[in-house]
């Protein structure tokens, strides 16, 4: 430890004028000393007994509890508890050989709804509606551009509930017939458990009928054609298409500006140098 004491000494004082060959047994005396402490030599060796890999632990995910915190999605969450849905949602999200995915509509979607979208339906329908709005499978947001070609996708609610499924650039979109929306975000997806935000409600064509009326464009009065349900129209889809057309003029107009101020700069320069 004198050695060791001298060289701290040394080492604080003359830092500055010692030669890097003392520098360098100064540091490995140092080096030494420390794990000379750090190893006592009597230590019995530390035998590392294989310990075998733990098992995953059961991802057991509270749908009631995750609905609860994030959104807000209480009115959805409200309908899954009247329904029981909640139930049946919680079964599957437990059957960690199937996992489920769920389509969450914001409180907001529900509000944008015609009154009488909802509250016309019989406690059956009300239950199928809830139960459209899930898919009897775990999927990741990028399994989705498989099920693109895969036709319509069976939900929970059996039968002919089937959705549509279109991965645009890595968004995906959903159609019901009634109802075109996409993904607007990921709630949770750790397998067995997706859940996606949503910002319309899912109407399915096997409640409210096939005798869907086109799209009435955006600025006119919606005619009052659909007693039961919304006339469809796109969500975001036609929107951010024509944003992006929208866009690429701009931005061809800004690199043709840059050009002229390039064009300004170097035709200014060659003047001055004239
Ligand atoms: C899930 O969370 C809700 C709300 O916190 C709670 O009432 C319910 O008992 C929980 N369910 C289970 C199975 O833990
Ligand atoms: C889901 O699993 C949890 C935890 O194992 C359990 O408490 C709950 O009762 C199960 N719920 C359903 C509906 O199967
Ligand atoms: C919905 O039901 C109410 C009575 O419960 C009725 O007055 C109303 O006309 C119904 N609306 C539609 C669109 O069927
Ligand atoms: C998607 O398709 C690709 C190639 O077609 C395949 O390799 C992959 O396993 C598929 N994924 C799923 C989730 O089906
Ligand atoms: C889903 O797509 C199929 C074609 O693959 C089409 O026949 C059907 O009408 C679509 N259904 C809905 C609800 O959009």
Not at 105 to 117: E, G, N, R, V, Y
Request: glycine share 6%; aromatic share 8%; net charge negative.
């Amino acid at each position: 430890m004198g050695s060791l004491d001298r060289c701290s000494v040394e080492f604080s004082d003359q830092i500055l004028t010692m030669d890097s060959g003392k520098i360098f047994i100064c540091l490995t005396t140092l080096l030494f000393a420390y794990t000379q402490a750090a190893t006592p030599a009597h230590s019995p060796p530390i035998i590392l007994t294989p310990t075998p890999a733990p098992a995953p632990a059961p991802t057991y995910v509270n749908l009631t509890d995750l609905l609860s915190v994030a959104g807000p999605f209480s009115t959805f969450l409200k309908y899954l508890e009247s329904t029981k849905v909640i139930e049946t949602l919680q079964n599957q999200a437990n059957n960690t050989d199937e996992g489920i995915t769920l389509f969450v509509p914001k409180d907001k979607a529900f509000s944008s709804l015609k009154k009488q979208s909802l509250s016309n339906l019989t406690a059956d329908q009300l239950k199928q509606l809830c139960l459209f709005h899930a898919l009897p499978h775990y999927y990741s947001l990028s399994d989705f551009k498989n099920l693109s070609d895969a036709g319509p996708m069976n939900t929970l609610a059996g039968g002919s509930y089937t959705l549509n499924f279109t991965d645009i650039s890595g968004t995906v979109r959903i159609g019901s017939g009634w109802t075109n929306t996409e993904v607007s975000s990921s709630v949770h997806s750790t397998d067995p458990v997706a859940i996606y935000q949503v910002n319309k409600v899912l109407l399915p064509e096997a409640i409210f009928g096939t005798d869907i009326p086109p799209p009435a464009p955006a600025p006119a009065p919606v005619p009052d054609i659909a007693p039961v349900a919304d006339a469809p129209d796109a969500d975001g889809g036609k929107g951010s298409g024509s944003a992006a057309k929208a866009s690429s003029p701009s931005s061809s107009h800004r690199i043709l500006g840059w050009r002229w101020l390039m064009m300004v700069v170097v035709s200014g320069g060659f003047v001055v140098t004239l």
